[in-house]
């Protein structure tokens, strides 16, 4: 496979004029089309895997690189240097992970994570569970052990058998090894189905062996390098399906619809079919703003860490419409969220998902072309008519104004006493609805970390519109949202963002701070301090009446720290909500990178927090929870 060192040197030589080309011509079509790029052509494997990225829109490449991606490296240096990618060098692979997940789900734009062989290459995968959870399409490209089998790899995993990484990979996702650099091709096109999968995307392995990497390609054609967008799916065909679900509908007397990830796109259609069906929506955290928080219909969050309203539509409703969600444990209670359901209605473009509970009429199908035949198939049954101020429509907005009178008690009660802090801070709620509030107004994009964060932040939001929060609730990943900030980076439109962290999961990843100044991240991360692991502590008073190793009591300079780092700018946050928005504000002037510390209560005031409403079959729970799903049979 390898030529002469001095045809390499040629095929080395000529890749940056083919670089040149391409960025000249303002992409690999126009290159080809105007003769600047030759058809055929001798490349490395590295050099055509980047030429496929680019092909396929792929610009951002989020780099950890070592002895396991020193060609590949290469390639993109040489490609940077020619205007066409841009490569950011940071310090963590999980870093990487987050930064690029949060750029595709935010903005919409590709990136690529390259990492060298072994820890990183595990790294890196660990921080793509998020991607894989949230259905987030991301390159992940990782050094791999050589084809030849000279001996053991430095790094590799330390056991004599073939393709080890592939294996754990291609358990995570989608993988492919190029162990043979001529299929780099059908490679490409694998990653391309996942990565852009239009109803369940999710990051792809592609593991690069040390070999092949500078291994040439003679006479390559690059009409092997794929492209083109993938269709959609159409809505769930009929076979009486509809006309089925729409007399289960409207049979029944207490409609909920659980909308989750799936139905991103659905808004219009979803409120249309509340008012046909005289139902109410719950929502997953995925999803804040695909209906508007403050509409009449919208019970918002349910499952463990609900709320009173999308709790109590949930546990009393006869009948479930599911459109787009997974079921994920704490979503419905570990599967006793629906007590009362006679039937479900599920709409989910994955067959497996549409079937989860039994008695389902499953429609698969694209969410929103598949509600518009549903509608369309009540009123010609002449069963779509607003039902009006139904008795169940009057409970359930009773119990939404429970719980907005639940929360507003909260934030009138803005302070308690920490004997942690010698005195009176924020709690979490309040600190959270003042940052939001402040976010909102403001167009600022508003990430929130795993923990006690992410749960009271996901029932204190108040989105009137798609991403205006993003919530890694898919793996509730400690330090996605710090991490995140490096897309304000990345973009190709910049935004500012707000990443709202505890301490847990800000010292997680605290490489922010020196990967945001070097890229140019514009962005707050509000450090919600309060010396513990708050959800975790939380949990476990709540089932055995003793918090245990998730606390130490260890006072950190977390300003000193921030300034520390040249360019980041530190904030105390000071004890009040005015403070806080002072200093928020002083965060927004600075332009890039900033913290602001703030501590906040923990403690047994139940106004101190936003309180958990459902079921979930952890610890001491287990018991009654598994036995009650049994007895609901669903």
């Known amino acids: ?166 294996r754990l990979c291609a358990t995570m996702g989608e993988a492919y090894c190029l162990h043979t650099p001529a299929a780099v091709g059908a490679a490409l096109r694998r990653g391309l189905v996942t990565v852009d999968h239009p109803h369940r995307a999710g990051p792809f392995y592609l593991l690069l062996p040390l070999n092949t990497q500078p291994a040439v390609l003679h006479g390559f054609n690059l009409d092997e390098l794929p492209r083109g967008t993938l269709p ?44 046909a069906v005289d139902g109410v929506a719950v929502t997953s955290p995925l999803v804040s703003g695909v209906i508007p928080y403050d509409h009449p219909r919208n019970m918002t969050v349910g499952g463990s860490k609900g709320s009173i309203s999308g709790n109590f539509a949930m546990d009393e409703a006869d009948l479930l419409v599911a459109v787009g969600t997974r079921f994920v444990c704490q979503s419905d209670c570990s599967r006793t969220g629906y007590p009362h359901v006679q039937h479900v209605v599920n709409i989910n473009s994955d067959l497996r ?7 389902t009429t499953a429609l698969v199908g694209d969410a929103a072309l598949t509600l518009r035949r549903l509608i369309a198939a009540l009123h010609a049954e002449g069963r779509g008519k607003k039902r009006g101020e139904s008795e169940w429509w009057r409970q359930c907005r009773e119990q ?58 996901f029932q204190v939001v108040e989105d009137d519109r798609l991403g205006r929060t993003f919530t890694e609730t898919g793996a509730s990943y400690m330090g996605f949202a710090v991490s ?10 910049p935004f500012y963002g707000l990443a709202i962290s505890g301490d847990g999961s800000f010292t997680m990843n605290p490489q922010i701070l020196l990967d945001g100044v070097t890229h140019g991240a514009r962005g707050c991360i509000l450090l919600l301090d309060n010396r513990r692991m708050g959800a975790i502590s939380g949990l476990q008073e709540a089932q055995y009446g003793a918090a245990y190793t998730t606390a130490d009591g260890l006072a950190v300079d977390y300003v000193a720290w921030a300034r520390a780092v040249n360019g980041v700018a530190a904030f105390d946050g000071g004890r009040s909500a ?29 106004l101190g927090g936003m309180g958990a409403h459902g079921r979930w079959n952890v610890g001491s729970w287990v018991e009654d929870t598994q036995a009650l799903r049994h007895r609901i049979g669903l």
């Open 1 to 166: 496979m390898a030529l002469q060192t001095e045809d390499n040197d040629t095929v080395r030589s000529a890749r940056l004029s083919r670089a040149q080309a391409v960025a000249a011509a303002g992409g690999i079509e126009e290159a080809l089309a105007g003769g600047t790029l030759l058809p055929i052509d001798d490349l490395t494997l590295a050099e055509a895997i980047v030429l496929g990225l680019v092909r396929q829109g792929v610009r951002t490449f989020l780099c950890v690189l070592g002895h396991g991606s020193t060609e590949i490296g290469e390639v993109l240096r040489v490609y940077e240097t020619a205007g066409v990618i841009r490569s950011c060098g940071v310090r963590h692979e999980v870093e990487a992970a987050h930064a690029a997940t949060a750029l595709r789900w935010v903005t919409g734009e590709k990136a690529a994570v390259v990492t060298s062989i072994g820890p990183g290459a595990l790294q890196a995968m660990a921080g793509s569970l998020a991607s894989a959870s949230d259905g987030i399409g991301v390159w992940h490209l990782y050094g791999d052990e050589t084809s030849e089998d000279e001996g053991p790899n430095m790094q590799q995993i330390p056991k004599h058998e073939q393709q080890l990484y592939l």
């Open 232 to 275: 959609r799916l159409g809505a769930a065909v009929d076979d009486g399906a509809y006309a089925g679900a729409a007399a289960r509908l409207h049979a029944a007397q207490r409609v909920v619809v659980k909308i989750g990830g799936g139905a991103r796109a659905a808004g219009p259609e979803l409120l249309e079919f509340l008012d």
């Open 353 to 359: 998902t549409a079937l989860h509970y039994s008695h």
């Open 400 to 457: 939404r104004r429970r719980w907005d009178a639940f929360k507003a008690e909260r934030y009138a009660q803005p302070r308690l006493h920490d004997p942690v802090w010698g005195g009176r801070v924020l709690t979490q709620p309040a600190a959270i609805k003042t940052a939001t509030d402040w976010a909102r107004a403001r167009d600022v994009v508003t990430f929130f970390d795993a923990g006690d964060v992410q749960a009271n932040g």
């Open 484 to 493: 995140a900030l490096l897309a304000t980076a990345l973009a190709s439109q």
């Open 578 to 606: 005015e403070s806080l928005r002072a200093a928020l504000e002083q965060a927004r002037a600075h332009g890039g990178l900033s913290l602001i510390h703030l501590p906040v209560y923990y403690g047994p005031d139940p």
